[in-house]
């Protein structure tokens, strides 16, 4: 029982978290609710492995970062599926109009960033995105991402550099249409 209260106490408190990176690498609100559910399984699993008074958060993301892979790898080698009454409906009722927002880190997620500031991010090289993720959106130290993505600390400053200059190139004409830089050049 005290395993359990334990898990709780220190686990949990980080599943918002994890649910915004989920669904950041995933772009899919059920893929990023199973990804997460996997995580917490695993780690509850292996709550015995976890060292207290260590980085809870980075222990999680790595679990749910290797989840993540373990799931594309096996995505690859398996074909797709397609159950026999979705390959006989109708082209019109396969294309019905989006379900709501599910999640409300979904919502603020897409309130936070525009159209645009969403698709430059999501066309970063998944190294630079998932940086600047975890930094700038989750707020996690460069300790923590470079534990979580089991790199030195200077390779994330050096990715994190990399990769918000990446974003601001392709976000100056945005930047400029709205008013956040000025049109005219520097004197």
Not at 88 to 116: A, I, M, R
Request: proline content about 4%; glycine content about 4%.
């Amino acid at each position: 029982m005290e395993n359990h209260w334990s898990f709780e106490k220190t686990a949990l408190p980080h599943k918002s978290l994890l649910y915004n990176y989920a669904f950041a690498i995933t772009r899919n609100s059920d893929d990023a609710d199973d990804l997460l559910q996997e995580t917490f399984f695993k780690a509850y699993r292996f709550w015995n492995n976890f060292e207290a008074g260590t980085n809870i958060k980075a222990w999680l993301y790595r679990i749910m970062k290797n989840s993540y892979i373990n799931y594309y790898r096996k995505e690859i080698r398996e074909p797709k599926k397609v159950e026999y009454k979705e390959y006989h409906l109708p082209y019109d009722t396969l294309h019905e109009t989006p379900l709501p927002l599910k999640h409300l880190q979904e919502k603020s997620y897409d309130e936070l960033f525009g159209d645009e500031i969403t698709r430059s991010l999501e066309s970063l090289n998944d190294t630079f995105r998932n940086i600047i993720i975890l930094s700038d959106i989750d707020g996690l130290s460069y300790e923590e991402i470079a534990t979580m993505v089991q790199c030195p600390i200077g390779t994330v400053r050096s990715r994190l550099h990399r990769g918000r200059k990446l974003l601001r190139n392709k976000l100056s004409a945005y930047a400029k249409e709205n008013g956040y830089l000025s049109k005219k050049p520097a004197v």
